[in-house]
């Protein structure tokens, strides 16, 4: 399978979340943070903490489905270290394109960058103000920590 290339995703990034509410919402850049943790990035926002993959739209079944598998293990690990509940942690596989996507595979919400903005402001609203801006902090700080990049305090 084809992996985009780390410039390819700052696009996919900077253009599918030009939308969202930015007052509300806060990015995580979970990028070379942590190993095993298989996530391009995280968003935190109201409707919860979306860790999102980026890929392209046409790959073999065995590969999505292992693509979609470690997106879902990804999440898992991330609700560990934001310390949230993991049905607020939403895993979304976000395909390259012009087309949009809507679909939900193997527990994994599986959009387009057309409408990704969409597809993470749809969700039920889960969490307050003060409780995104906490969890991106602490996610944050984990992941640095968890990359041996964190300040380590005896």
Do not use: Y
């Not at 985009?4 to 969202?20: F, G, K, P, S, Y």
């Not at 391009?40 to 993959?53: A, K, M, R, S």
């Not at 607020?88 to 809507?102: I, K, N, R, S, Y």
């Not at 597809?119 to 609203?125: S, W």
Request: glycine share 8%.
């Amino acid at each position: 399978m084809a992996e985009l290339a780390a410039t390819d995703v700052d696009l996919v990034i900077e253009r599918a979340l030009a939308d969202l509410p930015f007052d509300d919402w806060q990015v995580v850049d979970t990028r070379g943070a942590a190993k095993g943790l298989r996530a391009d990035f995280v968003v935190v926002g109201p409707p919860g903490v979306f860790v999102i993959e980026c890929g392209v739209p046409h790959v073999k079944d065995r590969a999505r489905a292992k693509q979609l598998m470690r997106l879902l293990d990804a999440a898992h690990g991330v609700a560990d270290l934001a310390g949230v509940r993991r049905d607020e942690v939403h895993p979304v596989l976000c395909l390259t394109g012009a087309e949009p996507e809507d679909s939900w595979n193997r527990g994994v919400t599986v959009c387009g960058t057309v409408n990704l903005a969409d597809t993470l402001v749809f969700k039920r609203d889960r969490l307050e103000r003060a409780e995104v801006v906490a969890a991106a902090a602490t996610l944050d700080k984990a992941l640095l920590a968890a990359a041996g990049r964190g300040k380590h305090r005896a």
